[in-house]
Structure formats: C-alpha cells, structure tokens
C-alpha cells in the first residue's frame, strides 16, 4: 500500500496582546483575551463559594496562594510557572469572594444528613441543600462562578462504595456533577466543583497545574467568553460537532438523545441537544445509533438557526464532525437541512487501530497528515512528536485519528488544520493540545449533564462554559 504524507503546522491561539503555540505562553507573554472592551484595566472576578467553614477556608487560602507565582516540581515547555493573580503579571484578574457569596453548610447540616441511614436519601438531602444555595447566592448581587468546594464529610456521607474512586450517585444513574451543572442552569450562573483532595493534592495535578486550570476555568465562566481564540478558523463558517447519549430517566433500555456542537470562528461555542429515540443494537446490528433523515435535518435546521441568531446571517460554510461514520439517512438529512448553504464539509473522525512508525526513535509528528490513495482514507497524528516543544510528551505508541471523507468542499489540508486547531480549544485544560476536537471530545461530558433526569425539568442553555 502506497502512502503520501504531509506535514500541518501546529495552528496558533490568539490572545489580548499576540499570538503563541502554546495556552500558557501566550496568557504569561500577552494575556487573556476578555469579554469587555477595555481589556487592560485589572479585573476582579466575582466568585462564590458553597461549603463548610473548612473547605470554604481552604478554597480561599488557595485563591490566597494563587496570588503569587506557583513553581512546578520541573519546569517544561509545556509545564511553566503559573505567574500569580495580581496586577504585576500579564494575566491581569484577580478572584473577590466577599464574606456575602460565601454560603456554609452548617454543623447542624451535616448531623441532620448523618441521622439519615439510607446513603441514596442523604444524598438527595445534600443536592437539596446545595440547590437551595445556590439559589440563595443568585437572588441579589450575584457572583458570576459559583464554587462548591465538596468537604470530606460530604464524601464520607454520599460517596458509592462500588466504585474504586469516591464518587456520588444519585438515583436513574444520575451524577453529583452533573446535576450541579444542572442547578447552574437554573439560576443561570456556572458552577465549578473542587473536591478536598485537590487542595491536597492527593492524587491530582501539580499544584501548578491546578492553579493554571482552576484560573483558566473561572475566567472562561466568569466573563462568558474566550481566554484565547483561533486563528485558524475562517468567518461565516458554522462548526458543528454531532455525538449521541443514552438518557439516565428512561427506564427503556435502547433510548438514546443526538446533541450538536456549534462553534463559531469568534470561540463562543453552544450546546444544543436533539429528539430522544430508541436505538436497539442488535435489531440495527450497530452500538453506535444514528438519526433517521427527518431527525438529522431538525438536528441540523436547529444549529443553523441558533448561528444566524448569533450572527444575524446564515453561514456561507459548514462543517459536520461525526464521531461515526454517516448513514445514507443521516447524510440524507444533513444534506436536506443545509441546501442553502453552498460550501459543506462532513467528516468522519475515529481512532485508528493501524499505528505508523518512523526510523527515528521518537513518534511520527503532531499534524503528520498521511493518505491512503488506495483507499482515500486520511490519518491525522493529533498525538506525537511536538516540535515547538521537542519533544513527545505522552506515552507509549500513539495513534492517529482516521478521518472519512462523506462530502468535502474545501480542500483536505484545510480540513486537517482545522481538526488540529480545535485540539486546542478546551478551556478546560491548558495542555497543548488534546487527542480529538473539542467539537467532539468534550462530547462526553456534555451529554453526561444532558442526560441527568433534572435536566428535562428546566429549561436547557446552550452556552458551553455552563457544562464544563
């Protein structure tokens, strides 16, 4: 088998004063990009905390320590110093939490849930709690992230003992997290959740790390905008991730729900979820469902009218991230609803079993694009050898990222970029890079949140930083 290669170069991030490879070069060298006209005026960020008196206490004695420079055990091109929140550094925020957003979890609180026996209804009891909480904190003068610093009795109280890992369960298989992002919604204020051991650092990141994401995390929420956007992306153009669920209220087996990404070239990005439907995978000889034409051109006249809502104007291009490969229905469908737009780009990305290798000792580089003429399929390394960094920094034998091409207008290497640019844009995480495009590899997460049985009692926002 024959084989043509081609090398993408690692796209760049855009930030308030320049442009950098890397998110935390460019945030130290220029600094954040902010939601409001006068970016270089310092920012206080308005944060609220929910916890005990402890756990409150150390949160803020974090932010405390956040102030100043946080060294790494080793400094690497990707593991650099995290600068300090004050007005001596580029990144130009600090966090206010004023002793009227801090709201406790009293003594008598936690007795009342030790008095209860059943673990399922306690923890009820605590999601009933925090739900009041965060209402109370949303009534007046609200912060704009709400913090729920979970204490270690809440842990002892709540955690599933049939798991490895402490984790709260709630009843239909719903989750601690992702109900708390469901509360969020409600009172239309994003929520961030830290657990005792992360101040700890007992099993978590380096605390250099964690002030870098813990920064990164509350200023994307806090000023409902981008830290960094990408210079890759071109105007007019419509982004779209399509990823499917399995909802945790129904007690029928096979339901499923579809939901979309949409990203647009500014870095607002949006959630928007589908119909329900039953997928049975043996009847369809498929695990991974997909959408009957119908359901694919509501999906998709859906993305489209939350973009021109956004802009004012339909896009002259769209591009479809699948994380399956189309059925003739689906592609039916999405064809159907964009007929208007005149420029379409569906994609197909999975991981790869086949893995190339090089003479060299280190692994094919990040943005090796390799085609096989034969068989007109694209691998993409989103994974390898970095050369801004020098370096390969993961581990063992990576493996690309298989691109099918169902439809393409533009040209592959552009398609490619672009795949490799939205590796970077989970605000999330301020690593380099991650495996796949945000349009699909936080598609987990975000339909974990849309799956929870409290989700279908409100009413769902399709701002990303609400799930994240």
């Given at each position: 088998?024959?084989f043509?290669?081609?090398y993408?170069?690692?796209?760049?991030?855009m930030?308030?004063?320049g442009?950098?490879?890397?998110?935390?070069?460019?945030?130290?060298?220029?600094?954040?990009r902010f939601?409001?006209?006068d970016?270089?005026?310092?920012k206080w960020?308005?944060?609220?905390?929910?916890g005990?008196?402890?756990?409150?206490?150390?949160?803020?004695s974090?932010?405390?320590d956040m102030?100043?420079?946080?060294?790494?055990?080793?400094?690497?091109?990707?593991?650099l110093?995290?600068?300090?929140?004050n007005?001596?550094?580029k990144l130009q925020?600090?966090?206010?939490?004023?002793?009227?957003?801090?709201k406790r979890?009293?003594y008598?609180?936690?007795?009342?849930?030790r008095?209860?026996?059943n673990?399922e209804t306690?923890t009820?009891?605590v999601?009933?709690?925090?739900?009041k909480?965060?209402?109370?904190?949303?009534e007046k003068?609200p912060?704009?992230?709400?913090?729920?610093?979970?204490?270690?009795?809440?842990e002892e109280?709540?955690?599933?003992?049939?798991?490895d890992?402490?984790?709260?369960?709630?009843?239909?298989?719903?989750d601690?997290?992702?109900?708390?992002?469901?509360?969020?919604?409600?009172?239309h204020?994003?929520?961030?959740i830290?657990?005792a051991?992360?101040?700890s650092?007992?099993?978590t990141?380096?605390?250099?790390?964690?002030?870098?994401?813990?920064?990164?995390?509350?200023?994307?929420?806090?000023?409902?905008?981008?830290?960094w956007k990408?210079?890759?992306?071109?105007?007019?153009t419509c982004?779209?991730?399509?990823?499917?669920?399995k909802?945790?209220?129904?007690r029928?087996k096979y339901?499923?729900?579809?939901?979309?990404?949409?990203?647009?070239?500014?870095?607002e990005?949006?959630?928007?979820?589908g119909?329900?439907?039953?997928?049975?995978?043996?009847k369809?000889?498929s695990?991974?469902p997909?959408?009957?034409?119908?359901s694919?051109?509501?999906?998709?006249?859906?993305v489209?009218?939350q973009?021109?809502?956004?802009?004012?104007?339909?896009?002259?291009?769209?591009?479809?991230?699948?994380?399956?490969k189309?059925?003739?229905?689906?592609?039916?469908g999405?064809i159907?609803?964009t007929?208007?737009i005149?420029n379409?780009?569906f994609?197909?990305?999975?991981?790869?079993?086949?893995?190339?290798?090089?003479?060299?000792?280190?692994?094919?580089?990040?943005?090796?694009?390799?085609?096989?003429?034969?068989?007109n399929?694209?691998?993409?390394y989103?994974?390898?050898?970095?050369?801004?960094?020098?370096?390969?920094?993961g581990?063992g034998?990576?493996?690309?990222?298989?691109?099918?091409i169902?439809?393409?207008?533009?040209?592959?290497?552009?398609?490619?970029?672009?795949?490799l640019a939205?590796?970077?844009?989970?605000?999330?995480?301020?690593?380099?890079y991650?495996?796949?495009p945000?349009?699909?590899?936080?598609s987990r997460?975000?339909?974990?949140?849309?799956?929870?049985?409290?989700?279908?009692?409100?009413?769902?926002?399709?701002?990303?930083?609400?799930?994240?």
């Amino acid at each position: 088998m024959s084989f043509k290669i081609q090398y993408i170069e690692e796209p760049e991030l855009m930030f308030m004063g320049g442009t950098a490879l890397n998110p935390t070069v460019g945030l130290i060298k220029y600094g954040p990009r902010f939601s409001t006209s006068d970016e270089k005026e310092h920012k206080w960020l308005k944060v609220g905390i929910i916890g005990t008196g402890k756990s409150i206490s150390d949160t803020i004695s974090f932010f405390e320590d956040m102030k100043y420079t946080i060294n790494p055990k080793e400094i690497k091109k990707w593991r650099l110093p995290f600068p300090g929140l004050n007005e001596d550094t580029k990144l130009q925020f600090s966090i206010s939490v004023p002793p009227e957003w801090q709201k406790r979890i009293t003594y008598n609180e936690i007795q009342e849930l030790r008095s209860e026996r059943n673990r399922e209804t306690r923890t009820e009891m605590v999601m009933d709690l925090i739900d009041k909480k965060i209402k109370t904190l949303s009534e007046k003068n609200p912060p704009e992230v709400i913090i729920i610093s979970i204490p270690d009795e809440i842990e002892e109280l709540c955690s599933n003992p049939n798991y490895d890992n402490p984790l709260i369960k709630l009843k239909n298989e719903d989750d601690f997290h992702h109900r708390i992002k469901v509360y969020g919604m409600k009172y239309h204020i994003p929520t961030q959740i830290i657990r005792a051991r992360t101040f700890s650092l007992k099993g978590t990141q380096q605390k250099s790390e964690v002030a870098w994401n813990m920064a990164v995390g509350i200023l994307y929420k806090s000023q409902r905008g981008y830290p960094w956007k990408l210079t890759e992306l071109e105007e007019n153009t419509c982004y779209v991730g399509i990823s499917f669920f399995k909802e945790n209220e129904s007690r029928k087996k096979y339901v499923r729900a579809s939901m979309a990404q949409l990203f647009l070239d500014t870095g607002e990005s949006f959630v928007l979820r589908g119909d329900s439907f039953e997928w049975n995978e043996e009847k369809e000889k498929s695990k991974t469902p997909h959408l009957t034409k119908e359901s694919a051109t509501k999906l998709i006249k859906q993305v489209l009218k939350q973009y021109e809502e956004v802009r004012d104007c339909m896009p002259s291009r769209i591009v479809i991230h699948k994380s399956s490969k189309f059925w003739d229905d689906e592609f039916g469908g999405f064809i159907e609803g964009t007929k208007n737009i005149n420029n379409k780009d569906f994609i197909s990305l999975q991981t790869s079993n086949i893995k190339f290798y090089r003479t060299e000792i280190h692994p094919p580089l990040r943005g090796c694009l390799i085609h096989t003429p034969e068989k007109n399929i694209y691998y993409l390394y989103t994974i390898g050898f970095v050369p801004c960094l020098n370096t390969y920094p993961g581990l063992g034998i990576p493996k690309p990222i298989q691109i099918d091409i169902k439809i393409a207008d533009s040209p592959i290497k552009k398609i490619a970029q672009e795949i490799l640019a939205f590796t970077k844009l989970d605000w999330n995480n301020t690593f380099l890079y991650r495996k796949f495009p945000v349009t699909l590899e936080v598609s987990r997460k975000v339909g974990r949140v849309l799956a929870e049985s409290e989700a279908k009692n409100i009413k769902i926002l399709p701002q990303y930083y609400f799930y994240m």
